[in-house]
């Protein structure tokens, strides 16, 4: 039985994603804070943009976790075909 090969985050990656996340929040709540509007429509804006966020990282994490939920079932059957391959005899007869 072949192992899957698991992949890999690097650290460079991960600060890359995270410098990216931060420069994105970042601009957009000083684009909220120096709108000419009301107080009222700006926490609105913020609000917004909050449930935004929330909504995107419960997004990634249900895709994410369909993807393990996708490899684990994958993994089971390949196991039991690996099973059934190996106690398979082609030169036994049956009596």
Do not use: N
């Amino acid at each position: 039985m072949s192992k899957p090969l698991q992949p890999t985050m690097t650290t460079a990656y991960f600060v890359q994603c995270v410098i990216s996340f931060v420069v994105a929040i970042g601009s957009v709540a000083l684009g909220v804070i120096y709108l000419p509007i009301d107080p009222w429509v700006r926490a609105f804006f913020a609000v917004s943009v909050l449930y935004t966020v929330t909504s995107t990282f419960t997004l990634a994490k249900c895709v994410r976790d369909r993807q393990e939920i996708a490899s684990m079932a994958s993994r089971v059957d390949q196991a039991r075909l690996d099973k059934l391959l190996t106690e398979h005899d082609p030169y036994k007869v049956d009596a």
